[in-house]
């Protein structure tokens, strides 16, 4: 298949399909007017690539990981280095300070968000009392 089916098929841009071969990690062959040419099991390895990207990975480690996996989502090590396992925890230890930073992120914007919507309500709860109409919650209430 060419370039732009498996953009397609993989929800990829031509643009990125380009990188990960420029970075080694895709390795299409070549028809004789140099069109790149991608196998079926280029639509797994694309989405394996995306995958391990989207979870934080760098491309230099994922290089070294994708010769490890032979279907999505599964990996296998038949002869780990020590330098790959060492490798991998300190990328799993990075991972981890990432996570917990985009979790305090996460809770303090929920924090401010709860406070914004509180704050909004009682304005205009307080607007509603001043102008003589009851809040709609106590109008609902005793209807």
């Not at 990829?12 to 004789?32: H, I, K, V």
């Amino acid at each position: 298949m060419r370039i732009g089916e498996l953009a397609e098929r993989t929800g990829t841009s031509r643009r990125l399909l380009r990188y990960y071969e420029e970075q080694g990690l895709l390795s299409p062959a070549r028809s004789p007017n140099g069109y790149r040419e991608y196998s079926e099991a280029m639509v797994d390895r694309v989405l394996q690539i995306r995958g391990l990207l989207e979870a934080g990975l760098p491309t230099r480690i994922v290089k070294r990981i994708l010769p490890c996996i032979s279907k999505p989502r599964t990996i296998h090590f038949s002869d780990a280095t020590p330098e790959t396992i060492a490798m991998l925890e300190r990328e799993r230890e990075r991972l981890t300070k990432r996570i917990d930073c985009l979790t305090r992120s996460r809770d303090a914007l929920s924090g401010y968000l709860d406070a914004l919507l509180a704050a909004r309500r009682a304005a205009q709860e307080a607007a509603l009392t001043a102008a003589g109409t009851a809040p709609a919650a106590t109008v609902s209430a005793e209807a």
